[in-house]
């Protein structure tokens, strides 16, 4: 099914070449089917027809990060923050990329930022809470005797 969904895709792109969506498409169809390159390209190219395509520099920032190429990834939600500072989503996307990275800090301020947009998002809440507890100095780690310290909280994550 998502092969034929690709074929589709591939269709509607070379039918109309100059359809940013068409692109989008088959990047994504791309993407679910692991051909990272391949869905790379087909996301560039909708870029060169509708550079402010906040959806395509999303997917394209997943699509690095899934070839470990986390400084184009971020190059990339940074553009669509710069277009989207409004959206949520962006904020996550980029708080994941940074716990990717090891980079707590810059996740848990990240994922602030999402929470002051949608403060009852409660899997955001949690990703913030557990970035904040990994990084601190009392973060949750086992210790030999009953679990943990009393002032040592788990992560649900």
Known sequence: QTASAQEAASRAAAADPNNAHAFHMLGQSLRVLERNTEA??????????????VEVLLL????????????EALEALQRALG???GRADLWVAA???FVGQDDLDNASAAFQRA?????????TRVRHECTTLSSSPTSWKPTRRRGRRRDQRPCAC
């Open 60 to 71: 394209l920032s997943r699509v690095l990060s899934a070839q470990f190429r986390y400084p």
């Open 115 to 123: 929470l002051a947009i949608r403060p009852n998002d409660l899997e």
């Open 95 to 97: 708080g994941e990329l």
């Open 83 to 85: 277009i989207a500072p």
């Open 40 to 53: 790379e390209q087909a996301l560039r190219r909708a870029l060169q027809l509708q550079p402010q395509y």
